[in-house]
């Protein structure tokens, strides 16, 4: 049976990885964390460095950064870096969300704005219809008023109709009585210049018999 020190030296590792010696019994293996399992380096995101005069970095640089990969914390599983990917599986930064964000900020605003022209104009059509409404009633009563003024007028008409002829049925009976007056009135005189005669006769006998 091989010595451990012999048989280490002969099994072959991949490069980048080195075993610990300070501890020859637990035998630990150091992996790196930008090599997978496979053995194959993983492409590390390098952050920006810092200039002196501390400026702010752009947005469309600071989005490529990977700010929260903080390496493999499992020795020995290849854990993938988190990423924004859309339901396609196309990968999305964060500058695409950010003008995604604020494009549709955006859209609510536009139609905050335009539900809000919607209730002014709602609110106007309102007081429009409550004036019409109330212009609408005073027409209505006047309507009303008119209708019995013409029951009123329709009902003095059929009054004068039966007046009419009550008038000449009265007209007719005063034609009547007028010519029984005149017939009266010619018998009157005439019987009083009979009374007249006779007088008259009465008194020459008079003055004949004082004689």
Known sequence: MKPLNELRESLPLPSGISVSESNPRNNNVIIP???????????????????????????????????????NLVVGKDIPPT???????????????????????????????????????????????????????????????????????????????TLDSKVAHLETQVGNLCQEVAIDHDEIITHGEILERLMQSDEEEDETSNL
């Open 33 to 71: 964390n930008d090599i997978s399992s496979n053995g194959q380096r993983r492409p590390s995101h390098k952050k920006p460095e810092k200039t002196e005069n501390n400026a702010q970095m752009d947005l469309i640089e600071f989005s490529n950064t990977e700010c929260m990969d903080i390496g």
């Open 83 to 161: 990423s924004f990917t859309t339901a396609i599986g196309k990968k999305r930064y964060g500058v695409d969300v950010f003008i995604k964000e604020r494009g549709r900020e955006e859209r609510i605003c536009q139609l905050e704005k335009s539900l809000s022209q919607v209730l002014q104009e709602v609110g106007h059509l309102s007081a429009d219809i409550l004036e019409y409404k109330m212009k609408f009633e005073d027409q209505e009563n006047k309507i009303q008023l008119i209708e019995e003024s013409n029951g009123r007028l329709e009902k003095n008409v059929r009054s004068t109709g």
